[in-house]
């Protein structure tokens, strides 16, 4: 599976922006996919994953109720709307794309790192105050 982030850019705090991650791969709908990311002088973090089928979404505490994550399976796509932007929120995301049959539930792990087996080369998100 290829992972191809887009839709970062600069956006003043309280804005909004909508990424992007196109699969390449005809087995997009097996995949548990996720978004990640990672600011200057931090480690990655986890931001919010979706089950294949889109039925379960779960999001870190500092972006719930901002952020949405949905999938099109037909148009192998995921997306991440942000809404309220904060400055804290200026990272580069990352998406990532893991086996649904692979390492279990994932309620249980959907925040590792090490369940996502595909990245992409991850798009700029910049927030100004």
């Known amino acids: 599976v290829q992972l191809q982030a887009s839709g970062g850019g600069l956006v003043q705090a309280g804005g909004f922006l909508r990424l992007s991650c196109a699969a390449s791969?005809?087995?997009?709908?097996?995949?548990?996919m996720a978004w990640f990311r990672q600011a200057p002088g931090k480690e990655r973090e986890f931001v919010t994953a979706i089950s294949w089928s889109g039925g379960s979404t779960y999001y870190a505490d500092s972006v719930k109720g901002r952020f949405t994550i949905s999938r099109d399976n037909a148009k192998n796509t995921v997306y991440l709307q942000m809404n309220s932007l904060k400055p804290e929120d200026t990272a580069v995301y990352y998406c990532?794309?893991?086996?649904?049959?692979?390492?279990?539930?994932?309620?249980?792990?959907?925040?590792?790192?090490?369940?996502?087996?595909?990245w992409g080369q991850g798009t700029k998100v910049t927030v100004s105050s």
């Open positions: 791969g005809r087995t997009f709908s097996t995949y548990v």
């Open positions: 990532c794309a893991g086996a649904a049959s692979f390492g279990g539930s994932l309620s249980t792990n959907y925040y590792d790192t090490r369940r996502y087996h595909y």
